[in-house]
């Protein structure tokens, strides 16, 4: 229904203007009356009306003065001025104020219906051009998300020239500067026995953690998350704190599994110069396939101790009891695909994440040890100098993470 005010200081003009037409057979409703130019500029920004009836002569307000106040506050609004005054000059303002018509009390019935009619015309005109345009930016919007992602992927990828990318990036403008943290992550099945069983379609999971992710990144700096190519997922996130970045992967990670009931393979790096991505993702897309080619019970293992590792008496009867298999068939399988052993699988992980945990400085070795699983941290710093050749204090020190 289209929304009809009436703003005249004659109630007997109101009332009559309200009965002459039948408005719900036209579509219209009459959405309000006012009896006075100001307390109808205040009905109208409420009642959003599409088409007004004006006499020129109200208190306060006249009717001129309403119809310029109007356009600025609802533009849309069609005025049909209905006035006594015959006067050309009333006329000619109102024109010159855009009004749609002016017509002279007493009006009659006709005379009336054929101005509503032609406003009618105008206003279904205007709203279905306005759905067009609306519809064009959505297209224009989309296309563009799609030009973008496909402009990030062909880049990671290493498919564009040096001057395609160099064109294309003025073009897309994404305002990285300094170092940049890269993630690209590949979704994988259930983590546990315990995940919920539900099957994705692999376009539809892809988008579901997307958005997961794109809802996580901006509370950091400039961020971008798109499909590099099938089966993966990137992000490239401007660097300000690499404590928080590592903080939002591992809670996009909890949520995913949680929401999703899925589990992923993930990897981050950090990118000193722009021109080194596309190199830094092959290397860590090689390691996705390296992790990808595991058996599916030792790549959960792997993402189940990536999630325990803090766990002080994380055993292997323990993993393997959440891998419903037997604990020395475990042992066998992590032997062959990894040449380690279920300790040596949980102290790498427990020594990388006690590398993140370093580049913090205002966390105490006692803290970090208690982080990743060791109660003393006598032990922690022996199994730390073992497996990297230095102590973690030396380690902070040469700031290598």
Not at 75 to 94: K, M, R, T, W
Not at 138 to 149: G, H, P, V
Not at 291 to 300: D, N, Q
Not at 326 to 352: E, H, P, Q
């Amino acid at each position: 229904m289209w929304k009809l005010m009436i703003a005249d200081d004659e109630p007997r003009i109101r009332n009559g203007l309200c009965k002459t037409l039948p408005w719900a057979d036209m579509g219209i409703e009459v959405v309000a009356e006012a009896e006075n130019g100001k307390e109808a500029l205040e009905i109208a920004a409420s009642a959003c009306p599409d088409l007004m009836f004006v006499d020129i002569n109200m208190p306060f307000m006249n009717g001129l003065e309403l119809i310029e106040k109007l356009h600025d506050q609802n533009p849309n609004c069609l005025v049909i001025v209905i006035s006594g005054h015959d006067e050309f000059s009333y006329a000619q303002q109102a024109v010159r104020l855009n009004a749609f018509d002016y017509l002279l009390k007493p009006v009659q019935k006709m005379e009336l219906s054929s101005a509503v009619n032609k406003a009618l015309e105008v206003l279904m005109k205007d709203r279905v051009e306005q759905k067009h345009t609306q519809w064009m930016n959505n297209k224009l919007e989309f296309n563009a998300e799609t030009m973008r992602e496909e402009f990030f992927s062909k880049w990671i990828t290493g498919k564009l020239t040096k001057e395609q990318f160099e064109e294309e990036w003025l073009f897309f403008q994404p305002q990285f500067h300094g170092k940049i943290s890269m993630l690209l992550l590949k979704p994988l099945g259930k983590v546990t026995a315990n995940a919920p069983n539900k099957i994705w379609d692999p376009s539809l999971l892809e988008f579901a953690i997307k958005n997961i992710l794109s809802e996580m990144l901006p509370q950091l700096p400039i961020s971008t998350v798109f499909s590099a190519e099938k089966g993966r997922i990137a992000a490239l996130t401007q660097i300000s704190d690499l404590t928080s970045i590592r903080a939002v992967y591992q809670e996009f990670e909890r949520v995913v599994m949680t929401y999703l009931g899925v589990s992923m393979l993930l990897t981050h790096s950090v990118v000193e110069q722009l021109e080194q991505i596309p190199r830094h993702y092959e290397e860590m897309n090689q390691e996705l396939m390296r992790e990808s080619a595991l058996t599916p019970i030792v790549m959960m293992t792997k993402k189940y101790l990536e999630t325990y590792y803090y766990k002080e008496d994380l055993s292997l009867s323990e993993v393997a009891e959440q891998m419903n298999v037997n604990a020395t068939y475990l042992s066998k399988l992590l032997k062959r695909d990894l040449g380690k052993s279920f300790v040596d699988c949980l102290t790498d992980i427990r020594i990388k994440k006690a590398i993140q945990y370093l580049n913090d400085p205002t966390s105490k070795m006692y803290e970090i040890a208690k982080k990743v699983g060791y109660q003393s941290q006598h032990y922690f710093s022996h199994t730390f100098k073992k497996m990297t050749g230095v102590s973690p204090l030396e380690y902070r020190k040469r700031g290598d993470y």
